[in-house]
């Protein structure tokens, strides 16, 4: 807790003209200073700021506080965090107790380190005559300085140790560096390197605006063998699931405009906010997350997705929207002539040449069925079979009633299939089972339809294929793990015949070991599946975390295909009057159920109508 003479000294300080300054465009009018309010679309300014009583006021929609409050509600800070804000701008000591300070900020010293690696990028690029070409770069781009040093860009130098030696000098231990992500080792060296080299440098922030991690992008052509893009890994202050590039930045701006751009990199959030465009936030490198997807809720209910139009951009767009379907945001696609992204276009004629493209924006139901619509999947029975595949994950993922509501009668009138036969598939007690129209997924791999387990968190892949695809990718990623799958699974575990080939040989020969999948013993079919694992660019982060979700899906979906076996049996059993028998598959059955439940997938309709039948024994049997 701040003692409130410190929190009077720091706003007796503060100059509330220049803090409201530097987010929103103030003019004077005699001794007061007016602007558009942040806080609400208006076209007249209504936006009052009173320097000499340290207070603001909004005319239009009647928000007005003093330099903390604007903070607050402006970048979504806490009391506590917009007093410490402005009294490291006022050169105002915040008296903490080492207990308290090691309580708030037990990551110190990683926090220090991607500060001081974050000022020595800002410095190659702008004081430094290594940083020209980026400079250059930049320029070509239409990323003037004022733009690049509003978003902290910065250039990690072609060097294999400048920021390690550079931190050395500042104190900054290896260990330090390490852990913060700032330098990695290989076995072809006996000293850390820089992760990132010759890259034009994003510094990635949390919701507070302090700086978490980076992003590094290649200076022009991508060249062989290397990345485009190059994150820091996942580190103690920072996991790319829980963070969106450019939020801190961009909180008002989409609260005044009521709906958030989602573009994929960083350069399209940088170019677009740059061009006066602000109400914008990028990914970090994978898929939405349950995480991100709530981030995005807490300032709008709209969002409008801006991906490459291409087949990955669209699995992107895609699973995106049905994460934010499922945290009660409505999500609408944007289609880009082919070729384009959002930086070419702003780059080519600026915000004024995106708007058409903002304005076509389609609803996600809409832009899938035109997409299927194009493809003939409606053409047959079997095409339509595949298409409510792809459309029911959506239609799950709507929380929202009335547009649920509003999807199925759109799906049901295109697809022909009964109102009744959608509804039932929507039903709780079908998302993690198989479907009657296949094996259906909820949200896509990693999304948010998926049951909350018993501990509190959401499994990361669920029953079916997605499981062994994960499983599989992941001891390709990381062949230490063979030996751990090797004891909790069998291949016979695996119901689908080329990754259970593709297992069989991971923990027979201990990994591929350096091999192509021309040169490893598999079926045509395994080894077709095997190229398209290794060149699959999805990025895997919490190992430990995916390995135990992979294990406890496929360990389900076995569960799942003998209760399937279980429902057939037991109605034989009891046309038999077989009771011996029929005693015998029903406490399988419910064996199984709680199998299930202890793995965080979801049986309830199966423990009701099982507990019935139990009663109805019981009263028979009395």
């Known amino acids: 807790?701040?003692?409130?003479?410190?929190?009077?000294?720091?706003?007796?300080?503060?100059?509330?003209?220049?803090?409201?300054?530097?987010?929103?465009?103030?003019?004077?009018?005699?001794?007061?200073?007016?602007?558009?309010?942040?806080?609400?679309?208006?076209?007249?300014?209504?936006?009052?700021?009173?320097?000499?009583?340290?207070?603001?006021?909004?005319?239009?929609?009647?928000?007005?506080?003093?330099?903390?409050?604007?903070?607050?509600?402006?970048?979504?800070?806490?009391?506590?965090?917009?007093?410490?804000?402005?009294?490291?701008?006022?050169?105002?000591?915040?008296?903490?107790?080492?207990?308290?300070?090691?309580?708030?900020?037990?990551?110190?010293?990683?926090?220090?380190?991607?500060?001081?690696?974050?000022?020595?990028?800002?410095?190659?690029?702008?004081?430094?005559?290594?940083?020209?070409?980026?400079?250059?770069?930049?320029?070509?781009?239409?990323?003037?300085?004022?733009a690049a040093e509003r978003f902290q860009l910065g250039y990690a130098p072609d060097d294999w140790r400048a920021l390690r030696t550079?931190?050395?000098?500042?104190?900054?231990?290896?260990?330090?560096?390490?852990?913060?992500?700032?330098?990695?080792?290989?076995d072809r060296s006996d000293e850390p390197y820089d992760r990132l080299r010759d890259r034009i440098i994003f510094p990635i922030t949390d919701g507070t605006g302090r700086i978490i991690a980076f992003g590094g992008r290649i200076l022009g052509a991508v060249r062989e063998g290397a990345p485009k893009y190059l994150n820091s890994p996942e580190t103690p202050i920072y996991q790319k699931g829980r963070h969106l590039y450019g939020l801190?930045?961009?909180?008002?701006?989409?609260?005044?405009?009521?709906?958030?751009?989602?573009?994929?990199?960083?350069?399209?959030?940088?170019?677009?906010?740059?061009?006066?465009?602000?109400?914008?936030?990028?990914?970090?490198?994978?898929?939405?997350?349950?995480?991100?997807?709530a981030l995005v809720a807490r300032y709008t209910r709209q969002a409008l997705l801006l991906y490459d139009s291409d087949p990955a951009g669209l699995r992107a767009t895609f699973r995106t929207a049905d994460a934010l379907l499922a945290a009660g945001v409505h999500p609408l696609v944007v289609t880009l002539p082919p070729g384009e992204d959002p930086d070419s276009v702003a780059r080519r004629g600026g915000a004024e040449a995106l708007r058409p493209y903002l304005d076509a924006a389609v609803d996600v139901l809409d832009r899938k069925l035109g997409i299927l619509e194009e493809r003939g999947y409606f053409a047959s029975a079997e095409g339509t079979r595949k298409a409510l595949d792809g459309l029911l994950p959506t239609l799950r993922a709507a929380t929202d009633a009335a547009l649920r509501d509003i999807y199925v009668a759109r799906v049901a009138e295109r697809?022909?299939?009964?109102?009744?036969?959608?509804?039932?598939?929507?039903?709780?007690?079908?998302?993690?089972?198989?479907?009657?129209?296949?094996?259906?997924?909820?949200?896509?791999?990693?999304?948010?339809?998926?049951?909350?387990?018993?501990?509190?968190?959401?499994?990361?892949?669920?029953?079916?294929?997605?499981?062994?695809?994960?499983?599989?990718?992941?001891?390709?990623?990381?062949?230490?793990?063979?030996?751990?799958?090797?004891e909790v699974l069998a291949p016979e575990s695996f119901a689908d015949p080329a990754y259970r080939e593709i297992y069989e040989v991971?923990?027979?020969?201990?990994?591929?070991?350096?091999?192509?999948?021309?040169?490893?013993?598999?079926?045509?079919?395994?080894?077709?599946?095997?190229?398209?694992?290794?060149?699959?660019?999805?990025?895997?982060?919490?190992?430990?975390?995916?390995?135990?979700?992979?294990?406890?899906?496929?360990?389900?979906?076995?569960?799942?295909?003998?209760?399937?076996?279980?429902?057939?049996?037991?109605?034989?059993?009891?046309?038999?009057?077989?009771?011996?028998a029929l005693r015998a598959l029903t406490l399988e059955k419910m064996g199984i159920m709680h199998d299930l439940r202890a793995l965080g997938y979801f049986v309830e309709r199966l423990i009701r109508k099982q507990g019935r039948a139990n009663r109805n024994h019981s009263t028979r049997d009395g």
């Open 415 to 486: 697809t022909g299939v009964r109102r009744e036969t959608l509804e039932a598939e929507l039903r709780p007690d079908r998302w993690d089972r198989p479907s009657s129209m296949g094996r259906l997924r909820v949200g896509g791999e990693g999304q948010g339809g998926q049951r909350e387990e018993r501990a509190g968190r959401r499994p990361t892949v669920v029953a079916g294929l997605a499981g062994q695809r994960t499983l599989v990718l992941l001891l390709l990623r990381d062949e230490s793990r063979i030996a751990q799958a090797a």
């Open 166 to 186: 550079a931190a050395a000098r500042h104190g900054i231990d290896d260990a330090v560096l390490l852990e913060a992500g700032l330098v990695k080792t290989s």
């Open 1 to 146: 807790m701040i003692p409130d003479s410190v929190v009077d000294e720091v706003r007796s300080r503060a100059d509330i003209v220049e803090l409201v300054g530097e987010h929103v465009p103030l003019k004077r009018k005699g001794r007061d200073y007016w602007a558009p309010c942040p806080f609400h679309k208006e076209k007249t300014p209504s936006f009052h700021v009173v320097p000499d009583r340290g207070f603001f006021k909004c005319f239009g929609c009647g928000e007005s506080g003093d330099a903390f409050s604007f903070l607050m509600k402006h970048l979504g800070l806490t009391f506590q965090d917009a007093v410490r804000h402005v009294a490291a701008r006022v050169g105002v000591e915040i008296p903490e107790t080492t207990s308290a300070r090691a309580a708030d900020d037990p990551h110190r010293a990683l926090y220090e380190a991607v500060a001081f690696a974050a000022e020595f990028y800002r410095r190659q690029l702008w004081e430094e005559r290594v940083g020209e070409r980026a400079r250059r770069y930049l320029e070509g781009r239409g990323i003037g300085r004022a």
């Open 506 to 580: 991971l923990v027979r020969e201990g990994g591929l070991r350096g091999r192509s999948p021309a040169e490893v013993p598999l079926g045509d079919a395994a080894r077709e599946r095997l190229e398209a694992l290794l060149g699959d660019p999805e990025e895997l982060g919490d190992g430990d975390r995916i390995f135990d979700d992979a294990v406890r899906a496929i360990r389900a979906d076995t569960l799942y295909r003998r209760l399937d076996e279980l429902d057939l049996k037991i109605p034989e059993a009891r046309a038999r009057g077989d009771e011996e």
């Open 248 to 293: 801190a930045w961009a909180k008002g701006a989409i609260r005044r405009e009521g709906a958030v751009l989602v573009v994929e990199g960083y350069m399209d959030y940088v170019s677009l906010a740059a061009r006066g465009i602000e109400n914008v936030v990028a990914g970090l490198g994978t898929a939405m997350t349950v995480d991100q997807a």
